[in-house]
């Protein structure tokens, strides 16, 4: 692979990264802005002799670590794109964990772990 190449797939990695953050902090945000709705649906929790409070604030968990987790990306995009060394190992986890999301997470996983792990030009591109 050319170094050119090999640049322009880390950019492009870089985009999708953004692209994907972008989404999990929308989600994230959507899911704290329906927690009045989940109130509203207590009574049906209520019947499994989950009180109300444990739910909303697991649900207000949930919804600041999918937050989090899509700043993390936004911020190893950033690195991405500017080919930092420590971006790299960064998105190698993003990949292992994206193995999970079957089956287009697996792909792309399966694909960033090759490229970003394997590949002896782009492991180049993150010395400098």
Known sequence: ??????????RVLSVLCYIGGSVWIIGGIVMLLMRNLMASM???VMMYNVPSGIFI??????????IAAGIF???????????RRW???A???LAVFALFMFPIGTVLGAAVIYLLA???TMMKLFRN
Do not use: D, H, Q, Y
Not at 1 to 10: D, G, N, Q, Y
């Open 87 to 89: 971006s790299r190992i």
């Open 118 to 120: 394997f590949n002896k």
């Open 42 to 44: 207590m009574p049906r």
């Open 1 to 10: 692979m050319e170094k050119e190449s090999a640049k322009t797939l880390v």
């Open 73 to 83: 990306k936004i911020f190893v995009a950033f690195g991405l794109w500017n080919f």
């Open 91 to 93: 998105a190698l986890v």
């Open 57 to 66: 604030t697991a649900f207000i968990i949930g919804a600041s670590i999918i």
